[in-house]
């Protein structure tokens, strides 16, 4: 049986500290060097105003303002996919355009979903 270390309040405060550190370190990171993911923020600020004059259910808000998180994580996981991709390689190659283009579909699809649920909520 193997025996875990416990560790301090402290140390646990710490590591939590650091873990959010380097979450906004990638975050800021990826809003410096990503146009797409300025431009997924630019449509959800647009969405957020248009939730605010809609007069929509909360469930339809939770469900619009969800999704359109959704996208921003897609799109951050995305940044990451063509960054490793990048630093393994910088030749072209079959199976590294194939990993950038699936992780670029995953934005497009998630995109899509939420405009159909924006439609489908604004038509309902």
Avoid: F
């Amino acid at each position: 049986m193997t025996t875990r270390k416990q560790m301090t309040i402290g140390q646990e405060l710490a590591r939590l500290r650091n873990t959010a550190t380097w979450s906004l370190e990638g975050l800021l990171a990826c809003w410096r060097e990503e146009k797409s993911l300025r431009q997924w923020a630019g449509l959800n600020l647009l969405g957020w105003g248009l939730l605010a004059v809609a007069g929509l259910s909360t469930a339809e808000t939770v469900l619009l303002v969800a999704l359109g998180g959704l996208v921003m994580v897609v799109e951050l996981l995305n940044s990451a996919v063509e960054a490793t991709v990048d630093y393994v390689s910088t030749d072209r190659h079959p199976l590294a355009k194939k990993a950038k283009d699936i992780a670029s579909a995953a934005v497009m699809m998630t995109g899509l979903v939420w405009g159909l649920c924006w439609l489908l909520v604004l038509l309902g």
